[in-house]
Protein backbone atom coordinates (compact mmCIF):
# COMPACT_ATOMS: atom_id res chain seq x y z
CA UNK A 1 0.00 0.00 0.00
CA UNK A 2 1.39 3.57 -0.82
CA UNK A 3 0.16 6.88 0.46
CA UNK A 4 -0.83 10.27 -0.28
CA UNK A 5 -1.61 13.61 1.26
CA UNK A 6 -4.98 15.28 1.59
CA UNK A 7 -3.07 18.65 0.17
CA UNK A 8 -1.59 16.67 -2.23
CA UNK A 9 1.85 18.32 -2.32
CA UNK A 10 4.14 15.81 -0.20
CA UNK A 11 5.90 13.19 -1.71
CA UNK A 12 3.91 9.35 -1.91
CA UNK A 13 5.28 6.89 0.81
CA UNK A 14 4.75 3.32 1.53
CA UNK A 15 3.48 2.13 5.40
CA UNK A 16 7.03 2.71 6.79
CA UNK A 17 7.25 6.44 5.61
CA UNK A 18 3.89 7.11 6.82
CA UNK A 19 4.23 5.45 10.24
CA UNK A 20 7.72 7.77 10.94
CA UNK A 21 6.64 11.06 9.18
CA UNK A 22 2.89 11.67 11.06
CA UNK A 23 2.17 14.82 9.41
CA UNK A 24 2.86 14.96 5.60
CA UNK A 25 5.45 17.37 4.47
CA UNK A 26 2.84 19.84 3.06
CA UNK A 27 0.72 20.21 6.07
CA UNK A 28 -1.40 17.35 5.49
CA UNK A 29 -2.32 13.73 6.62
CA UNK A 30 -1.10 10.55 4.77
CA UNK A 31 -4.29 8.67 3.56
CA UNK A 32 -4.31 5.32 1.42
CA UNK A 33 -3.94 5.30 -1.86
CA UNK A 34 -7.26 2.93 -2.41
CA UNK A 35 -9.20 0.86 -0.08
CA UNK A 36 -8.42 -2.55 0.70
CA UNK A 37 -11.36 -4.72 0.20
CA UNK A 38 -12.80 -7.28 2.52
CA UNK A 39 -15.39 -9.81 1.40
CA UNK A 40 -18.46 -10.80 3.11
CA UNK A 41 -16.80 -14.04 3.84
CA UNK A 42 -13.97 -13.32 5.25
CA UNK A 43 -16.07 -10.83 7.41
CA UNK A 44 -18.09 -14.26 8.45
CA UNK A 45 -14.85 -15.87 8.78
CA UNK A 46 -13.77 -13.24 11.85
CA UNK A 47 -15.84 -14.41 14.39
CA UNK A 48 -14.11 -18.10 14.98
CA UNK A 49 -10.51 -15.82 15.43
CA UNK A 50 -8.96 -14.50 18.24
CA UNK A 51 -8.68 -10.56 18.14
CA UNK A 52 -4.99 -10.62 17.07
CA UNK A 53 -5.26 -12.58 14.28
CA UNK A 54 -8.36 -10.29 12.76
CA UNK A 55 -5.88 -7.53 13.68
CA UNK A 56 -3.08 -8.66 11.38
CA UNK A 57 -5.12 -9.66 8.76
CA UNK A 58 -6.96 -6.30 8.56
CA UNK A 59 -3.10 -4.34 9.30
CA UNK A 60 -1.38 -5.99 7.13
CA UNK A 61 -3.39 -4.99 4.16
CA UNK A 62 -2.69 -1.23 5.08
CA UNK A 63 1.50 -1.99 5.95
CA UNK A 64 2.36 -4.98 3.11
CA UNK A 65 5.36 -4.42 1.55
CA UNK A 66 6.91 -2.69 3.91
CA UNK A 67 6.07 -4.89 7.07
CA UNK A 68 4.41 -8.37 5.81
CA UNK A 69 1.77 -10.39 7.71
CA UNK A 70 4.18 -13.07 8.44
CA UNK A 71 6.15 -9.90 10.32
CA UNK A 72 3.33 -8.40 11.58
CA UNK A 73 1.46 -11.14 13.60
CA UNK A 74 4.02 -11.97 16.70
CA UNK A 75 4.03 -8.02 17.21
CA UNK A 76 0.35 -7.65 16.92
CA UNK A 77 -0.15 -10.63 18.64
CA UNK A 78 2.32 -8.97 21.74
CA UNK A 79 0.62 -5.91 22.07
CA UNK A 80 -2.79 -7.30 22.86
CA UNK A 81 -1.06 -9.84 25.20
CA UNK A 82 -1.67 -8.29 27.93
CA UNK A 83 -4.91 -6.84 27.81
CA UNK A 84 -7.54 -7.92 30.55
CA UNK A 85 -10.13 -9.77 28.59
CA UNK A 86 -9.47 -12.32 26.42
CA UNK A 87 -12.13 -11.31 23.35
CA UNK A 88 -9.87 -7.83 23.64
CA UNK A 89 -12.92 -5.81 22.79
CA UNK A 90 -16.02 -7.71 24.46
CA UNK A 91 -19.46 -6.69 23.99
CA UNK A 92 -21.81 -6.15 26.99
CA UNK A 93 -25.46 -5.65 26.22
CA UNK A 94 -27.68 -2.66 27.52
CA UNK A 95 -30.54 -2.82 26.29
CA UNK A 96 -32.72 -4.63 23.95
CA UNK A 97 -30.68 -3.58 20.62
CA UNK A 98 -28.02 -1.90 22.74
CA UNK A 99 -24.50 -2.89 23.31
CA UNK A 100 -21.77 -1.19 24.90
CA UNK A 101 -18.23 -2.07 22.92
CA UNK A 102 -15.30 -2.24 25.43
CA UNK A 103 -12.57 -0.18 24.84
CA UNK A 104 -10.75 -0.20 28.19
CA UNK A 105 -9.41 -3.44 28.41
CA UNK A 106 -5.86 -2.24 28.10
CA UNK A 107 -2.86 -0.75 30.05
CA UNK A 108 -4.04 2.48 30.35
CA UNK A 109 -7.67 1.66 30.68
CA UNK A 110 -8.65 3.62 27.18
CA UNK A 111 -9.05 2.64 23.71
CA UNK A 112 -6.35 4.53 22.91
CA UNK A 113 -4.10 1.60 23.46
CA UNK A 114 -5.61 -0.33 20.80
CA UNK A 115 -3.91 1.26 18.47
CA UNK A 116 -0.97 2.59 20.59
CA UNK A 117 0.18 -0.37 21.52
CA UNK A 118 0.44 -1.44 18.13
CA UNK A 119 2.27 1.58 17.24
CA UNK A 120 4.96 1.93 19.57
CA UNK A 121 5.84 -2.09 18.23
CA UNK A 122 5.90 -1.07 14.41
CA UNK A 123 8.25 2.10 15.34
CA UNK A 124 10.61 -0.40 16.91
CA UNK A 125 10.18 -2.50 13.63
CA UNK A 126 10.84 -0.13 11.49
CA UNK A 127 13.48 1.80 12.64
CA UNK A 128 15.89 -1.13 14.18
CA UNK A 129 16.25 -2.33 10.19
CA UNK A 130 17.58 1.15 10.00
CA UNK A 131 19.32 1.53 12.94
CA UNK A 132 17.66 4.64 13.66
CA UNK A 133 16.00 6.38 16.62
CA UNK A 134 13.32 9.33 16.49
CA UNK A 135 11.77 11.88 18.96
CA UNK A 136 8.12 10.85 19.65
CA UNK A 137 6.19 14.47 20.63
CA UNK A 138 2.34 14.93 20.98
CA UNK A 139 -0.85 16.98 22.52
CA UNK A 140 -2.42 15.16 25.42
CA UNK A 141 -5.95 16.27 26.53
CA UNK A 142 -5.74 12.96 28.73
CA UNK A 143 -5.89 9.99 27.98
CA UNK A 144 -3.33 10.21 24.41
CA UNK A 145 -0.80 10.71 27.18
CA UNK A 146 -0.70 7.77 28.89
CA UNK A 147 -1.85 5.80 25.97
CA UNK A 148 1.28 7.03 24.52
CA UNK A 149 3.80 6.52 27.06
CA UNK A 150 2.95 3.14 27.63
CA UNK A 151 3.70 1.89 24.48
CA UNK A 152 6.97 4.25 23.91
CA UNK A 153 8.44 3.51 27.65
CA UNK A 154 9.85 -0.56 26.73
CA UNK A 155 10.91 0.91 23.05
CA UNK A 156 14.67 1.22 22.32
CA UNK A 157 14.49 3.90 19.02
CA UNK A 158 12.16 6.24 20.81
CA UNK A 159 12.39 9.51 22.98
CA UNK A 160 9.43 10.75 24.09
CA UNK A 161 7.66 14.08 24.91
CA UNK A 162 4.37 14.44 26.07
CA UNK A 163 2.50 17.72 26.34
CA UNK A 164 -0.34 18.21 28.52
CA UNK A 165 -2.63 21.74 29.70
CA UNK A 166 -1.31 21.85 33.33
CA UNK A 167 -4.89 21.63 35.34
CA UNK A 168 -6.84 20.76 32.63
CA UNK A 169 -7.02 16.74 33.21
CA UNK A 170 -7.61 14.55 35.80
CA UNK A 171 -5.86 13.32 38.48
CA UNK A 172 -6.25 10.27 37.59
CA UNK A 173 -5.03 10.93 33.58
CA UNK A 174 -1.86 13.55 34.71
CA UNK A 175 -0.82 10.38 37.13
CA UNK A 176 -0.89 7.94 34.62
CA UNK A 177 1.48 9.60 32.71
CA UNK A 178 3.62 11.08 35.34
CA UNK A 179 4.41 7.74 37.59
CA UNK A 180 5.63 5.98 34.85
CA UNK A 181 9.58 6.13 35.56
CA UNK A 182 11.29 5.55 31.98
CA UNK A 183 14.31 7.45 31.04
CA UNK A 184 13.25 7.51 27.74
CA UNK A 185 9.81 9.43 28.41
CA UNK A 186 9.45 13.30 29.18
CA UNK A 187 6.42 14.62 30.53
CA UNK A 188 5.67 18.65 30.02
CA UNK A 189 3.02 20.56 31.69
CA UNK A 190 1.86 23.26 29.54
CA UNK A 191 0.57 26.54 30.94
CA UNK A 192 -2.49 26.87 28.72
CA UNK A 193 -5.19 24.82 27.21
CA UNK A 194 -5.20 21.88 25.01
CA UNK A 195 -5.55 23.22 21.81
CA UNK A 196 -2.74 25.33 22.68
CA UNK A 197 -0.56 22.11 23.71
CA UNK A 198 -1.33 20.66 20.08
CA UNK A 199 -0.38 24.00 18.58
CA UNK A 200 3.33 23.93 20.15
CA UNK A 201 3.36 20.38 18.41
CA UNK A 202 1.88 21.57 14.97
CA UNK A 203 4.33 24.59 14.90
CA UNK A 204 7.27 22.11 15.60
CA UNK A 205 6.48 19.69 12.63
CA UNK A 206 6.57 22.71 10.57
CA UNK A 207 9.74 24.26 11.69
CA UNK A 208 11.60 21.56 9.18
CA UNK A 209 15.15 22.71 10.69
CA UNK A 210 14.02 21.30 14.07
CA UNK A 211 11.76 18.64 12.98
CA UNK A 212 14.83 17.29 10.44
CA UNK A 213 17.44 17.56 13.81
CA UNK A 214 15.49 15.65 16.33
CA UNK A 215 13.78 12.67 13.69
CA UNK A 216 10.30 14.13 15.12
CA UNK A 217 7.08 12.08 14.97
CA UNK A 218 3.78 11.55 15.96
CA UNK A 219 1.55 9.05 17.95
CA UNK A 220 -1.07 11.17 18.23
CA UNK A 221 -4.36 10.38 16.91
CA UNK A 222 -2.87 12.08 13.20
CA UNK A 223 -0.58 9.07 12.70
CA UNK A 224 -2.27 6.74 10.03
CA UNK A 225 -1.02 3.47 12.13
CA UNK A 226 -3.62 4.84 14.59
CA UNK A 227 -6.87 4.72 12.66
CA UNK A 228 -5.70 1.74 11.19
CA UNK A 229 -5.39 -0.26 14.41
CA UNK A 230 -8.86 0.95 15.26
CA UNK A 231 -11.02 -0.42 12.19
CA UNK A 232 -10.22 -3.62 13.09
CA UNK A 233 -12.82 -3.04 16.12
CA UNK A 234 -15.55 -2.53 13.78
CA UNK A 235 -15.21 -5.30 12.06
CA UNK A 236 -14.75 -7.96 15.11
CA UNK A 237 -17.88 -6.24 16.77
CA UNK A 238 -20.17 -6.25 13.19
CA UNK A 239 -19.00 -9.91 13.20
CA UNK A 240 -20.40 -11.30 16.67
CA UNK A 241 -23.39 -9.21 15.85
CA UNK A 242 -24.30 -11.25 12.44
CA UNK A 243 -23.01 -8.96 9.96
CA UNK A 244 -22.81 -8.68 7.17
CA UNK A 245 -26.58 -9.66 7.30
CA UNK A 246 -27.31 -7.39 10.35
CA UNK A 247 -25.29 -4.39 9.53
CA UNK A 248 -25.47 -2.57 13.01
CA UNK A 249 -25.29 1.22 13.98
CA UNK A 250 -21.88 2.50 16.08
CA UNK A 251 -22.17 5.99 17.70
CA UNK A 252 -18.47 7.22 18.78
CA UNK A 253 -18.03 9.61 21.43
CA UNK A 254 -15.55 12.01 19.60
CA UNK A 255 -13.06 14.71 19.17
CA UNK A 256 -10.25 14.73 16.82
CA UNK A 257 -12.21 11.87 14.90
CA UNK A 258 -9.51 9.36 14.66
CA UNK A 259 -11.79 6.55 16.11
CA UNK A 260 -14.89 7.79 14.11
CA UNK A 261 -13.16 7.70 10.91
CA UNK A 262 -11.86 4.32 11.29
CA UNK A 263 -15.56 2.85 11.28
CA UNK A 264 -15.85 4.97 8.04
CA UNK A 265 -13.05 3.41 6.85
CA UNK A 266 -14.26 0.14 7.41
CA UNK A 267 -17.52 1.03 5.90
CA UNK A 268 -15.30 1.97 2.73
CA UNK A 269 -13.28 -1.74 2.88
CA UNK A 270 -16.81 -3.24 2.75
CA UNK A 271 -18.38 -3.57 6.21
CA UNK A 272 -22.06 -3.54 6.07
CA UNK A 273 -22.71 -0.13 8.77
CA UNK A 274 -25.91 0.71 9.20
CA UNK A 275 -25.09 4.30 10.96
CA UNK A 276 -22.39 6.10 11.91
CA UNK A 277 -23.06 8.59 14.86
CA UNK A 278 -20.53 11.62 15.64
CA UNK A 279 -21.36 12.35 19.54
CA UNK A 280 -19.40 15.22 20.66
CA UNK A 281 -20.68 17.09 24.43
CA UNK A 282 -20.28 20.77 24.03
CA UNK A 283 -17.06 21.02 21.96
CA UNK A 284 -19.42 20.56 19.10
CA UNK A 285 -17.47 21.80 15.77
CA UNK A 286 -18.60 18.62 13.64
CA UNK A 287 -21.88 18.91 14.82
CA UNK A 288 -22.18 22.37 13.66
CA UNK A 289 -20.87 21.65 10.63
CA UNK A 290 -23.58 18.73 9.98
CA UNK A 291 -25.95 20.87 10.93
CA UNK A 292 -25.09 24.63 9.09
CA UNK A 293 -22.07 23.50 6.71
CA UNK A 294 -19.86 25.49 8.09
CA UNK A 295 -16.37 24.03 10.22
CA UNK A 296 -15.87 26.68 12.72
CA UNK A 297 -13.63 27.28 15.45
CA UNK A 298 -14.83 27.98 18.85
CA UNK A 299 -13.85 28.33 22.43
CA UNK A 300 -12.60 25.30 24.26
CA UNK A 301 -15.24 24.43 26.71
CA UNK A 302 -13.57 22.25 29.94
CA UNK A 303 -16.13 19.43 30.20
CA UNK A 304 -17.19 15.94 31.77
CA UNK A 305 -15.33 14.51 29.49
CA UNK A 306 -12.24 16.30 28.92
CA UNK A 307 -10.16 13.87 26.14
CA UNK A 308 -12.85 15.18 23.81
CA UNK A 309 -13.02 19.39 24.70
CA UNK A 310 -11.57 19.32 21.28
CA UNK A 311 -12.76 22.59 18.70
CA UNK A 312 -10.39 21.48 15.67
CA UNK A 313 -10.95 17.69 14.68
CA UNK A 314 -7.92 17.11 12.78
CA UNK A 315 -8.69 13.63 11.61
CA UNK A 316 -11.51 15.10 9.96
CA UNK A 317 -9.63 16.47 7.02
CA UNK A 318 -9.23 12.50 5.72
CA UNK A 319 -12.96 12.65 5.55
CA UNK A 320 -12.75 16.36 3.84
CA UNK A 321 -10.41 15.28 1.40
CA UNK A 322 -12.55 12.25 0.12
CA UNK A 323 -15.79 14.79 0.50
CA UNK A 324 -13.94 17.00 -2.07
CA UNK A 325 -13.26 14.25 -4.49
CA UNK A 326 -9.55 13.72 -3.62
CA UNK A 327 -8.63 17.23 -4.81
CA UNK A 328 -5.70 17.98 -2.30
CA UNK A 329 -5.58 21.62 -4.02
CA UNK A 330 -9.31 21.66 -2.28
CA UNK A 331 -8.60 20.86 1.02
CA UNK A 332 -5.30 23.40 1.11
CA UNK A 333 -7.52 26.08 0.55
CA UNK A 334 -9.76 25.28 3.01
CA UNK A 335 -7.74 24.79 5.93
CA UNK A 336 -6.14 27.69 4.90
CA UNK A 337 -9.25 29.40 5.20
CA UNK A 338 -9.79 27.79 8.88
CA UNK A 339 -6.29 28.96 9.80
CA UNK A 340 -6.76 32.73 8.22
CA UNK A 341 -10.66 33.00 9.59
CA UNK A 342 -11.21 30.57 11.96
CA UNK A 343 -14.30 29.22 9.55
CA UNK A 344 -14.21 27.20 6.00
CA UNK A 345 -17.83 26.50 4.03
CA UNK A 346 -18.26 23.48 2.88
CA UNK A 347 -20.03 22.86 -0.66
CA UNK A 348 -23.64 22.14 -0.72
CA UNK A 349 -22.48 18.51 -2.81
CA UNK A 350 -20.21 17.70 0.16
CA UNK A 351 -22.42 18.54 2.69
CA UNK A 352 -24.69 15.83 0.81
CA UNK A 353 -22.56 13.22 0.97
CA UNK A 354 -21.19 13.72 4.52
CA UNK A 355 -24.97 13.47 5.63
CA UNK A 356 -25.50 10.65 3.80
CA UNK A 357 -22.99 9.07 6.50
CA UNK A 358 -22.75 10.53 9.86
CA UNK A 359 -25.39 11.66 11.97
CA UNK A 360 -24.27 13.71 14.89
CA UNK A 361 -25.36 15.04 18.29
CA UNK A 362 -23.78 16.99 21.24
CA UNK A 363 -24.77 16.36 24.76
CA UNK A 364 -24.73 18.95 27.66
CA UNK A 365 -23.15 18.43 30.80
CA UNK A 366 -26.50 17.96 32.71
CA UNK A 367 -27.02 14.94 29.87
CA UNK A 368 -24.51 13.62 30.26
CA UNK A 369 -24.57 12.82 34.14
CA UNK A 370 -28.06 11.97 34.00
CA UNK A 371 -27.52 9.33 31.41
CA UNK A 372 -24.65 7.91 33.25
CA UNK A 373 -26.84 7.92 36.25
CA UNK A 374 -30.02 6.28 34.01
CA UNK A 375 -28.09 3.47 32.79
CA UNK A 376 -26.66 2.75 36.23
CA UNK A 377 -29.81 2.33 37.48
CA UNK A 378 -31.10 0.51 34.90
CA UNK A 379 -28.46 -1.79 34.32
CA UNK A 380 -26.26 -1.53 36.90
CA UNK A 381 -23.15 -0.47 34.77
CA UNK A 382 -21.18 2.61 35.76
CA UNK A 383 -20.66 4.11 32.41
CA UNK A 384 -17.24 7.11 32.17
CA UNK A 385 -18.59 10.30 30.53
CA UNK A 386 -17.23 9.69 27.00
CA UNK A 387 -19.87 6.85 26.55
CA UNK A 388 -22.25 8.40 27.94
CA UNK A 389 -22.20 11.03 25.24
CA UNK A 390 -22.04 7.81 22.85
CA UNK A 391 -24.72 6.77 24.51
CA UNK A 392 -27.02 10.06 24.13
CA UNK A 393 -26.17 10.57 20.98
CA UNK A 394 -26.77 6.79 19.32
CA UNK A 395 -30.15 7.21 21.15
CA UNK A 396 -30.99 10.48 19.72
CA UNK A 397 -30.28 8.81 16.12
CA UNK A 398 -31.24 5.68 16.69
CA UNK A 399 -33.15 4.55 13.21
CA UNK A 400 -33.38 1.55 13.16
CA UNK A 401 -35.21 -0.38 15.80
CA UNK A 402 -34.46 -4.00 14.42
CA UNK A 403 -30.43 -3.10 13.73
CA UNK A 404 -28.33 -3.40 16.78
CA UNK A 405 -26.83 0.12 17.89
CA UNK A 406 -23.55 -0.23 19.59
CA UNK A 407 -21.82 2.74 21.81
CA UNK A 408 -18.28 2.70 21.62
CA UNK A 409 -17.02 2.60 25.76
CA UNK A 410 -13.48 4.32 25.33
CA UNK A 411 -12.95 4.81 28.47
CA UNK A 412 -12.96 2.38 31.78
CA UNK A 413 -14.96 4.35 34.51
CA UNK A 414 -12.76 4.44 37.15
CA UNK A 415 -10.62 7.26 35.09
CA UNK A 416 -13.03 10.06 35.30
CA UNK A 417 -13.89 9.46 39.55
CA UNK A 418 -15.09 12.69 40.13
CA UNK A 419 -17.40 12.29 37.56
CA UNK A 420 -18.80 8.68 37.95
CA UNK A 421 -19.02 10.01 41.55
CA UNK A 422 -21.42 12.91 40.67
CA UNK A 423 -23.51 10.56 38.57
CA UNK A 424 -24.01 7.53 40.49
CA UNK A 425 -22.99 8.89 43.92
CA UNK A 426 -19.83 6.58 44.20
CA UNK A 427 -16.96 6.05 41.99
CA UNK A 428 -15.91 2.83 40.44
CA UNK A 429 -12.75 0.94 41.26
CA UNK A 430 -9.41 1.19 39.66
CA UNK A 431 -8.85 -2.15 38.08
CA UNK A 432 -5.75 -4.36 40.06
CA UNK A 433 -2.81 -3.29 37.50
CA UNK A 434 -3.82 1.01 38.53
CA UNK A 435 -4.64 -0.11 42.53
CA UNK A 436 -1.56 1.62 43.69
CA UNK A 437 -1.65 4.60 41.45
CA UNK A 438 -2.21 7.11 44.45
CA UNK A 439 0.82 6.04 45.84
CA UNK A 440 3.11 6.54 42.69
CA UNK A 441 5.82 9.17 42.51
CA UNK A 442 4.84 12.17 40.05
CA UNK A 443 7.71 13.35 37.67
CA UNK A 444 7.06 16.17 35.26
CA UNK A 445 8.21 20.14 34.11
CA UNK A 446 6.06 22.68 34.21
CA UNK A 447 6.82 25.02 30.87
CA UNK A 448 5.18 28.08 29.82
CA UNK A 449 3.08 28.13 26.58
CA UNK A 450 5.57 28.84 24.37
CA UNK A 451 7.38 27.06 21.38
CA UNK A 452 10.96 28.21 21.75
CA UNK A 453 10.65 27.07 25.25
CA UNK A 454 9.33 23.64 24.51
CA UNK A 455 12.22 23.42 21.78
CA UNK A 456 15.26 24.37 23.96
CA UNK A 457 13.91 21.43 26.70
CA UNK A 458 14.03 19.17 23.79
CA UNK A 459 17.46 19.70 22.54
CA UNK A 460 18.56 19.30 25.90
CA UNK A 461 17.29 15.80 26.27
CA UNK A 462 16.40 13.63 23.03
CA UNK A 463 18.45 11.33 21.74
CA UNK A 464 17.77 11.13 18.14
C1 LIG B 1 -9.32 10.24 22.60
C2 LIG B 1 -10.63 9.88 23.20
C3 LIG B 1 -11.83 10.02 22.50
C4 LIG B 1 -11.89 10.66 21.13
O1 LIG B 1 -11.29 9.92 20.11
P1 LIG B 1 -10.91 10.66 18.75
O2 LIG B 1 -10.32 9.61 17.91
O3 LIG B 1 -9.95 11.75 19.11
O4 LIG B 1 -12.18 11.22 18.20
C5 LIG B 1 -13.00 9.61 23.10
N1 LIG B 1 -12.99 9.10 24.35
C6 LIG B 1 -11.87 8.95 25.06
C7 LIG B 1 -11.95 8.40 26.44
C8 LIG B 1 -10.65 9.33 24.52
O5 LIG B 1 -9.54 9.18 25.22
Not at 219 to 225: E, R, T
Not at 423 to 452: C, K, M, Q, W
Request: aromatic fraction near 8%; glycine fraction near 8%; include cysteine.
Amino acid sequence: MHYISTRGKAPRLDFAGVLLAGLADDGGLYVPESWPQVSTEEIKGFTDQPYAEVATDLMARFTAPAISAEDLAPLVAEAYRDFDHPAVAPLRQLDSGEWILELFHGPTLSFKDYALQVVGRLFDAVLQTQSNRVTVVGATSGDTGSAAIEACRDRDTITAFILHPQGRITDVQRRQMTTVQAANIHNIAIDGTFDDCQAIVKQMFGDKVFRDRWKLTAVNSINWARVMAQVVYYFTTAAALGGPDHPPAFSVPTGNFGDAFAGHVARRMGLNIGQMVIATNVNDILVRLLADGEYRKGPVHATLSPSIDIQVSSNFERLLFELSADDGDIVAKLMDDLDNDGVFKMSDAAMARMRGQFDGRRASEDEILSCMAQVNDTSGIPVDPHTAVGIIAGRAHRRDGNGAMVYLSTAHPAKFPEAVARAIGTPSVLPPRLADLYERTESFDLLPNDLAAVQAYMAERSQA
